[in-house]
């Protein structure tokens, strides 16, 4: 008997019309401008995806993160990333995500070495700083500042130039915890660090943070490699909401550093870099273990979330959670251990066994104990999404170099479903019909 060999396509039936097209598969996608061939009548505009969230919207094709959301799986550039967490360091998985291997030994110095030499900002940004309000948050500074950073490189707007592009990921790497940590200092009043060339990457952020008055600040290596690795577990997630973000922006030909203080602008929200921040609101709400039934039962009810449980694309466990989870013991080792942790365990105990979660695959994510490690090496909450962009900020570069080099990529740009009015006549205004506003709301808006 013949075999029929199956056929790499889809046939759609339109059953508006009865009409039948073919539509290729190619690495387990249609393209859905395919899908505008299928029409009622010549001038219809074609059948078009309608996907908010983008929850089965393909935006680009890329080599750098590989994730199995149902079997756990987190892999930058094929490496899984329990063996980078464990053998490699921040810098290292930076070169890696960008450049598409790991380095040599001479390419591993040459590379730390250029990032070392580009941690100094423009004397200038110090008054950028100063403008900001003594209460500012550190990530609304980040955003800014990095935007700045764009006004001081104009060459940065050659993102065609591959020579450009490097220096610009040479600076962006080599800023940031500068920035991070400026935008720290600044809230709380103190004078800005330099940065000291004789510490790592990590150290040297620690300093920048932290030095009082010593000579030479001398980060615990413990809580340096913690800090490290947690740089490394989110280095990249592929197209999550704020890369997406930065290939959006970098998408219409904007410098680096524009693209990146957009994703830094997206992970500011509490359903993505702000997650770690909630988890401490919540566990300090619970108070005690005493309190945790109720809590869970509050969940349950829909009367809040369990912060830092739940993932749109982990739906088996977040392979970076039982990392962290480690990693917060090590550190509270060294610490000293927060009675928050009892809770937080005691959640997940509860949460792990209980129907709820379980049916609808609700596990620990990356933000569920990062938090309660930020607290204990002494970051006060504001600071933690500026951690989590600081650790982004290779990944954010290795996806916009992906873009910029992709000759299929066009400037991002969605349909819609148009719902509005058809067309109508301008009223003037004399006999439009009386708004139904409150006057008196209006004029304390006006305010
Ligand atoms: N606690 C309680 N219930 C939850 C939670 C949670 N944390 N997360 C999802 N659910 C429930 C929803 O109520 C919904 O239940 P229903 O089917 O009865 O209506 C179901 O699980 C599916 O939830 P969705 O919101 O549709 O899931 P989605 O994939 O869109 O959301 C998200 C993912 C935003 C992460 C969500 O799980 C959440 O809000 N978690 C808490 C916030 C958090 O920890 N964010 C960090 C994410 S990791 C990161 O950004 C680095």
């Not at 079997?71 to 490496?79: D, P, S, V």
């Not at 403008?131 to 006004?151: E, Q």
């Not at 090496?377 to 600071?383: K, T, Y």
Request: proline share 5%.
């Amino acid at each position: 008997m013949a075999v029929i060999e199956p056929k790499n396509s889809l046939t759609v039936t339109d059953n508006r019309t009865g009409k039948s097209c073919e539509i290729p598969i190619e690495n387990g996608a249609i393209r859905t401008i395919d899908l505008r061939q299928i029409k009622v009548s010549p001038d219809d505009f074609g059948l078009l995806g309608y996907d908010p969230g983008y929850m089965n919207t393909a935006s680009c094709k890329s080599n750098i993160t590989y994730i199995d959301g149902d079997k756990g799986i987190l892999r930058y550039r094929g490496y899984p990333i329990e063996q980078l967490a464990e053998r490699s360091n921040f810098l290292e998985t930076a070169y890696l995500l960008i450049k598409g291997e790991l380095p040599d030994k001479e390419r591993l110095a040459v590379w730390t070495y250029n990032i070392r030499n580009n941690t100094l900002t423009h004397a200038n940004m110090t008054k950028f700083l100063d403008g900001f309000r003594y209460d500012a948050h550190p990530m609304g500074i980040l955003v800014g500042t990095i935007g700045a950073l764009s006004t001081f490189y104009a060459d940065a707007k050659d993102v065609a130039n591959e020579e450009s592009r490097k220096l610009q990921v040479r600076r962006l790497i080599g800023k940031i915890p500068t920035l991070a940590a400026m935008s720290y200092r600044h809230s709380m009043g103190f004078h800005y660090v330099l940065p000291d060339d004789d510490l790592s990457y990590t150290g040297n952020f620690l300093s920048m943070m932290f030095k009082m008055t010593e000579m030479h600040y001398k980060p615990n290596p413990v809580l340096e490699r913690a800090l490290d690795v947690l740089f490394i577990l989110h280095a990249d997630h592929e197209q999550n909401c704020s890369t997406s973000s930065v290939r959006g922006v970098g998408s219409s030909g904007v410098d680096p550093f524009s693209a990146i203080a957009a994703g830094c602008a997206a992970l500011y929200g509490p359903l993505h870099g702000g997650a770690n921040e909630a988890v401490i609101h919540m566990l300090k709400k619970i108070g005690s273990l005493d309190n945790v039934p109720a809590f869970i039962k509050s969940v349950k009810d829909g009367e809040g979330r369990l912060m830092g449980f739940g993932h749109r694309v982990y739906k088996n466990y977040d392979p970076r959670a039982k990392i962290i989870k480690e990693i917060a013991f090590q550190v509270f080792e060294e610490t000293g251990r927060s009675p928050m942790l009892d809770i937080a365990l005691e959640l997940e105990r509860i949460a792990l066994e209980d129907e709820y979660f379980v049916n609808r695959k609700l596990y620990p994510n990356v933000d569920f104990y990062s938090g309660l490690i930020y607290q204990a090496m002494g970051f006060p909450l504001d600071m933690f999404p500026v951690l989590f962009a600081m650790g982004r900020v290779p990944g954010w570069l290795a996806q916009w170099i992906e873009q910029v080099k992709d000759s299929e990529q066009k400037i991002a740009r969605p349909r819609q479903i148009y719902l509005g009015e058809d067309e109508r006549n301008y009223v003037p205004i004399e006999t439009r019909p009386k708004n139904r506003v409150d006057e008196q709301k209006f004029g304390i808006c006006r305010l």
